[in-house]
């Protein structure tokens, strides 16, 4: 029980292996996907009061690491039922896609409940490779091959921050003698002001920040958003960053009290992150490489809360992460209807979307008008709720200047809403959306209403999760 949710995705890898080599037709193949999809999320609602410790105490099954394993497991089919055949995906290779993105979700999974430094680097190495061949797995994308080298620069990046998260972890175990977090933080209190250990930290906390696309690990993202499947920048742009901010939180419990320098470059890091992320948004044409900017300054606000090492602050991180996922992959939904083709979608081609889908518009508008920040959505709460938590810590310049970040942000957002409201639809044919999306896009509507009215109801759930951890 406490590891049948990784077993069962197991299970599923494997189906997608043996279908791979009978090659049958896409919608056979993605009728299965959606619905084993569905049961890896039953399955990990059916496990989610699971406690226990597996493999010598290197793998931890508590209510933290299963409500992260829950929440991956829905947004992984949420990607898989907007994502329509797989438009952007070749079809003789859609067996072998599925297969390394449930491969990947095992990944993260275990990453979750991962507790010693050897077990969290096979956990990520193994989602990461596998996304790292999901990217340039795109169908014809373009004359250039702007798939191959956004793969290659995915793979890149990828590899040096492996090369500094492991530099780190031999430095964790050099000062503490040990690979389990648990111990390590017990020596590491006492070691902590040493220079060493303030090294390994920053530089185990730099392979996490490269999965969060935070700043300075954030240089992938633009050519990879845009030259990967919409199906693909979908996944990678919600599911790994739920595990990445899962597994910041266990390691921000190696910093003690004693914790100014470590806590001063993690607000430079959010800062810059914002910054970066949001004058970079301002001038993007491409729908992607402008949610792939927003996403780095989103990583940003997650740090917010974060960087404050407490639990009230982690709690909320955690909230603000997954409403994240949901803002986004309502903007995604709304991209992979737009483009039946697969191509990517210019902010143009969104003109007049109220006159030929009103509720795709409606969608797009509910999920950038979260991100944005205003009310009564998810976003506002959350950067509402991570701003307060970051003031009674003392961090008032940082909060000013992400109150800053919140307005530049509202620009480019309510740029997309006019040209999907206030345009004619200059003779550009209907966006037709089957009954399946229909239904997702109003979940996805109910769902960024109803975290950002009733945020108290969710952070008692993560607050539950934090406690776990603590």
């Known amino acids: 029980m406490l590891f049948l ?9 494997l189906v997608f292996f043996c279908l791979s080599l009978s090659k049958p037709n896409s919608t056979k193949i993605k009728n299965v996907a959606i619905t084993l999809s569905a049961l890896v999320v039953l399955v990990t609602l059916a496990c989610l009061q699971s406690e226990g410790e597996l493999f010598y105490q290197a793998y931890r099954v508590d209510f933290f690491s299963q409500l992260f394993k829950f929440i991956i497991a829905l947004t992984t089919l949420i990607v898989l039922v907007f994502s329509d055949r797989l438009a952007g995906v070749a079809e003789k290779v859609q067996s072998e896609y599925y297969l390394f993105m449930f491969v990947a979700v095992l990944g993260l999974m275990m990453l979750v409940s991962s507790v010693e ?31 191959a080298e956004a793969g290659i620069k995915y793979l890149l990046f ?18 503490t003698g040990s690979t389990h977090l648990s111990v390590i933080i017990e020596k590491l209190s006492l070691a902590y002001t040493q220079p060493a250990a303030l090294v390994a930290i920053a530089l185990v906390l730099s392979g996490f920040f490269y999965k969060l696309a935070l700043f300075p690990f954030h240089f992938w993202v633009p050519d990879v958003y845009e030259g990967a499947a919409n199906e693909t920048t979908s996944f990678i742009a919600a599911v790994p960053k739920l595990a990445a901010v899962a597994l910041l939180v266990r390691t921000m419990t190696l910093i003690s009290a004693e914790r100014e320098v470590i806590v001063n470059i993690l607000v430079l890091c959010a800062l810059l992150s914002m910054f970066y992320g949001n004058l970079s948004a301002l001038v993007q ?10 996403g780095i300054a989103h990583a ?22 997954i409403g994240y996922a949901f803002m986004n992959l309502a903007c995604f939904l709304v991209i992979c209807s737009v483009s039946k083709q697969g191509g990517n979608v210019a902010i143009e081609d969104l003109t007049g979307l109220h006159k030929r889908n009103p509720l795709l518009a ?10 944005a920040g205003i009310p009564p959505f998810v976003g506002f709460s959350g950067k509402f709720l991570l701003l307060l938590g970051a003031f009674k810590q ?28 206030c345009t004619d639809s200059e003779d550009r044919g209907q966006v037709a959306s089957s009954r399946v999306n229909t239904l997702l896009s109003v979940f996805l509507i109910v769902v960024i209403i109803a975290m950002g009215v009733m945020p108290n109801k969710f952070l008692e759930i993560t607050t539950i999760a934090v406690q776990a951890v603590m």
């Not at 940003?300 to 992460?321: E, N, P, Q, R």
């Not at 307005?407 to 997309?416: F, G, M, N």
């Open 158 to 175: 990828g590899v040096m921050a492996t090369g500094f998260m492991l530099f780190g972890m031999s430095y964790l175990f050099g000062i």
């Open 285 to 294: 044409k491409d729908a992607k490489r402008l949610l792939g900017f927003s």
């Open 117 to 147: 430094l050897l077990a969290i680097f096979v956990s990520l190495e193994l989602s990461s490779f596998s996304v790292y061949i999901m990217v340039p797995m795109r169908k014809n994308a373009s004359a250039s091959g702007a798939q």
């Open 5 to 13: 949710p990784e077993l069962t995705l197991l299970g599923v890898s």
């Open 394 to 421: 003392g961090h008032l310049l940082l909060v000013v200047l992400a109150a800053l970040n919140t307005a530049i942000a509202i620009y480019y957002y309510l740029s997309i809403v006019r040209v999907t409201f």
């Open 362 to 371: 409606i969608t797009l508008t509910i999920g950038l008008f979260a991100l």
């Open 300 to 321: 940003g606000f997650v740090l917010v809360g974060l960087l404050t090492l407490d639990d009230t602050g982690y709690a909320t991180a955690i909230y603000y992460i």
